[in-house]
């Protein structure tokens, strides 16, 4: 059965460094998404990306974090410049079509820890 | 901003109860799913209900949404320890937004 897989499974990172969290999709899905979930606290959603652009974002999505695609498969997220709060499990979602009426297959996450 | 509350917040049952946790909001949602995510694992979705009062079953769990779109509830009936997890609620507003997540209900069943 396909699934969405993240690398690295744990990222450790001196606050201050960048780091790039990678997902692959499902192949033939076409939109994209990262959430973020603090220990302990909900799932929050960051950026959905489709047709190679990012079509919405929250709040939490400021000018620290971008993403990209580089390729055909895989998917990245970008955080420039960590910070202590930017500890987190990070997910990637991907979907075949927008996500009001279909699923959104989730990825096993990467756990950040910033120091 | 919408905002998702679920109850209760944690839920600790003996294997063979029924049990109903909710997902209350006072905006109105589009579409509404429920997730289970387990430690450690990222969210797994149950189902997507989309219609006011729509009522949808997967086998022991029978998920109801609010006739005004603004609530739903997710009733398992005989639970089994298999059933342990944190159970998620998300709506999206409207058509081409993302979904906005609950804080989740823990459950655990027992042997």
């Not at chain 1, 489709?50 to 974002?57: H, M």
């Not at chain 1, 055909?72 to 979602?93: Q, V």
Request: proline content about 5%; aromatic content about 12%; overall charge negative.
């Amino acid at each position: 059965e396909p699934e969405v897989t993240q690398t690295p499974s744990h990222q450790v990172t001196q606050m201050g460094q960048e780091v790039i969290l990678r997902c692959v999709p499902i192949s033939n899905h076409l939109y994209f998404y990262w959430y973020r979930q603090i220990l302990g606290q909900k799932v929050e959603f960051l950026v959905s990306f489709y047709n190679n652009e990012i079509s919405e974002k929250s709040e939490i999505f400021d000018d620290q974090f971008s993403v990209e695609r580089p390729d055909g498969s895989n998917f990245t997220l970008k955080i420039r410049s960590t910070k202590l709060e930017d500890s987190a499990m990070y997910f990637c979602a991907s979907s075949n079509r927008g996500a009001l009426y279909n699923e959104q297959f989730f990825g096993p996450g990467t756990r950040l820890t910033v120091l | 901003t919408q905002l998702l509350e679920q109850s209760p917040q944690f839920l600790s049952i003996q294997e063979g109860e029924n049990l109903t946790v909710y997902c209350n909001s006072s905006s109105v949602f589009s579409s509404l799913q429920w997730y289970r995510q387990e430690p450690g694992e990222g969210p797994v979705l149950l189902v997507t209900v989309v219609t006011g009062g729509e009522v949808k079953k997967l086998k022991r769990l029978t998920f109801q949404f609010g006739d005004a779109r603004k609530d739903s509830s997710l009733h398992i009936t005989a639970a089994q320890p298999g059933d342990t997890g944190l159970y998620l609620c998300a709506g999206a507003a409207n058509y081409g937004q993302n979904f906005v997540f609950g804080p989740g209900t823990r459950l655990s069943v027992l042997p």
